[in-house]
């Protein structure tokens, strides 16, 4: 499974998703890219998920145009400690997402 942390996550997530084959916009060299063209990029490199905390994307994109599942960690603050309280429902949930849809987790997801 091959997940792309949005520039808003901080990389320190990556230590929860060791599992996982997980890069950031970064480290991809498309920091910068407005969100179309970054989930055209990652779909297009094979990624599986976008994993976000922006919740305007939502209304920004259509994510039906793009074969990656959009994941959006609903946690009020981008501390790794609040992301790191919705890592273990994105991961019991991992193998349920669809490409071409978004999903919204927040703290009710991990309960």
């Not at 997980?22 to 480290?27: H, I, K, L, N, P």
């Not at 949930?93 to 703290?107: A, C, Q």
């Amino acid at each position: 499974m091959r997940i792309l942390l949005d520039e808003c996550i901080t990389r320190k997530l990556i230590f929860f998703l060791r599992e996982f084959e997980v890069r950031t916009a970064g480290e991809m060299n498309w920091k910068g890219l407005k969100n179309g063209l970054l989930l055209q990029k990652a779909a297009q490199d094979g990624f599986d998920i976008f994993l976000t905390s922006d919740k305007n994307i939502l209304h920004q994109q259509n994510a039906a145009q793009f074969f990656i599942s959009i994941v959006i960690l609903n946690t009020g603050k981008s501390t790794i400690e609040s992301l790191q309280e919705v890592i273990p429902a994105f991961i019991m949930k991992i193998n349920s997402f669809e490409k071409g849809k978004m999903y919204v987790l927040d703290r009710k997801s991990s309960e």
